[in-house]
């Protein structure tokens, strides 16, 4: 089992299948395609929002071959199933208002300014105990101000 950030970009006007909580696509030559495999854990990022937003675990993959032309070839896509998906609400917030603490425990974004240390790519293994701390943040109850205590 090995744990993942998920970059999950919304549905508006995208060219990837994704249900949130049900169905995470991607395509076979996404960096980290490979890594992904069947009981790994992850938590879901959402770029534009700067927010984690959920979590949940990797039932199993379904690879699908798409011939592309003549000269191209096959393009590979993958279709990630999810079981025991939690949303987080509210989504833990790494920039702007009630900005999560979390930001500080995550080893690639600490000492880091602003949110330089993010994964660009939409699949990025993390340690377990990168995991658990976002775990807990999202599990943390929401204050009167709307941050988490």
Same mark, same amino acid.
């Given at each position: 089992m090995a744990y993942f950030w998920l970059n999950q970009k919304g549905t508006d006007g995208s060219n990837y299948h994704d249900e949130v909580g049900e169905v995470y696509h991607y395509r076979g030559n996404t960096p980290g395609a490979n890594q992904l495999s069947e009981g790994d854990h992850f938590v879901y990022y959402r770029p534009?929002? &700067? *927010?984690?937003?959920?979590?949940?675990?990797?039932? $199993?993959? #379904?690879? @699908?071959?798409?011939?592309?032309? !003549? @000269?191209?070839?096959?393009? *590979?896509? &993958?279709?990630? $199933?999810i079981t025991n998906y939690q949303s987080f609400?509210? %989504?833990?917030?790494?920039?702007? *208002?009630? #900005? !999560?603490?979390?930001?500080?425990?995550?080893?690639?974004?600490?000492?880091? %300014?602003?949110?330089?240390? *993010? %994964?660009? $790519? !939409?699949? $990025?293994?993390? !340690?377990? @105990?990168?995991f658990e701390a976002i775990i807990e943040a999202g599990e943390k109850e929401v204050g009167p101000t709307g941050a988490r205590e």
């Open positions: 534009g929002d &700067y *927010v984690i937003f959920g979590t949940g675990e990797i039932d $199993h993959i #379904e690879r @699908e071959e798409r011939d592309l032309d !003549s @000269e191209s070839g096959i393009a *590979v896509e &993958y279709f990630a $199933h609400d509210p %989504p833990i917030r790494l920039k702007g *208002v009630n #900005e !999560s603490a979390v930001k500080n425990e995550i080893s690639f974004l600490k000492d880091k %300014p602003g949110l330089t240390g *993010v %994964p660009q $790519h !939409s699949i $990025h293994q993390m !340690s377990q @105990e990168d």
